[in-house]
């Protein structure tokens, strides 16, 4: 089992930077490929991006646009998500997860709760 907590959500203006990050928990967390996905009030949860277990490989949804990073400290068992640019379409419950390199929902076997990401315009 691996347990995922997010952090680092909250309340930003248009144009504003978030970091967020996703502290794991359990078996060996560096093993495991790790994505962010996020969703909108009467929205499908979609994708947002996927780091590969050793950092090496990056994959992100097309709205990103440059704006998102995601990287990992497997030493502090820790995968951040650094949003720049903020838009109010950017606002979210964001979830980290953890299993498959991919960019669908099934390919992850363990969640986090989720953070909340508001941007005002």
């Known amino acids: 089992q691996v347990q995922l907590v997010e952090s680092g959500g909250g309340l930003v203006q248009a144009g504003d930077s978030l970091r967020l990050s996703c502290a794991a928990s359990g078996r060996t967390f560096s093993g495991y490929n790790t994505g962010w996905f996020r969703q909108a009030p009467g929205k499908e949860r979609e994708f947002v991006a996927v780091?590969?277990?050793?950092?090496?490989?990056?994959n992100y949804a097309d709205f990103v646009n440059g704006r998102f990073t995601i990287s990992r400290d497997n030493a502090k068992n820790t995968v951040f998500l650094q949003m720049n640019s903020l838009k109010p379409e950017d606002t979210a419950v964001y979830y980290c997860a953890a299993g498959r390199y991919g960019m669908e929902q099934n390919d992850y076997n363990y969640w986090g709760q989720g953070t909340q990401v508001t941007v005002s315009s």
């Open positions: 780091i590969s277990w050793g950092g090496g490989r990056t």
